[in-house]
């Protein structure tokens, strides 16, 4: 099996408000262990400052992961070095994480709700909709439907996390593809239920399923290529019904060209 990898720092934040010690494993409004695979090099998070010096750290080093970790798998790793810029960005007035890549700026939301999740994420990105295109906050909101593309980041850091991809180029739109059966590049479940959580434990057991049924893969490694290389895309939620997509890419069975 091959794939791609794409470093990338699992965690990166800022201390909290409140002091005192906590956890590593929680994402919050600091940022944190947010596992956002496209987190990469060359692109910046921005982040509010809670006190007097940020207070910065970083951690859990990736090699590569999927959307929607299931199992605290990725491909673990540990940079023998990352190179941070770090500048202060005065009155910029957020309230949430942003990450800014060449093509994109992703808004995010966590709670222990997927749910709830999603109402965070969905007002984070309307607000930058809304900010970048000078449109009012339910136009934005509407918006957010045809050029955003929301991910399922991961359910597995007690604070389950979404993130949006939302273009620079206000002409353009993210990959908005949802399919719902097997594609040419990707094996797909898809599951809907009116609980996102639900929802998304269908579709990713669907997948584990799938892998051991028609890939002779044992339950449990099934499950770690899972949280490693699926993509669990966040489809229609406009309904009454929320809407998983879970892919998984064919060019992993496939022999590298020599």
Known sequence: MIGPLRPFPGTLGVARKEPGRYSSVLPGEYAGNMDIRDFTEGTSLYVPVHVPGALLWTGDS????GNGEVNLTALETAF????VTVEVVKNLPLDMPRIETP???ITMGFDQDLNKALDVVQAQTAKFLSEQRK??????AKLMRTVSDCRISQVVNVKKGIHCLNPKDVKAKEDMERPTKETARHFVVHARNVDLNKAMDDASMGMIKWLEANKGIARLDAYGLASVAMDCRLGDVSGAEKNVHCLMPKSLWQTAKK
């Open 103 to 105: 093509k994109s700026w």
């Open 135 to 140: 449109i009012a906050p339910a136009e934005a």
């Open 62 to 65: 990736h090699a590569g992961q």
């Open 80 to 83: 023998r070095e990352i190179n």
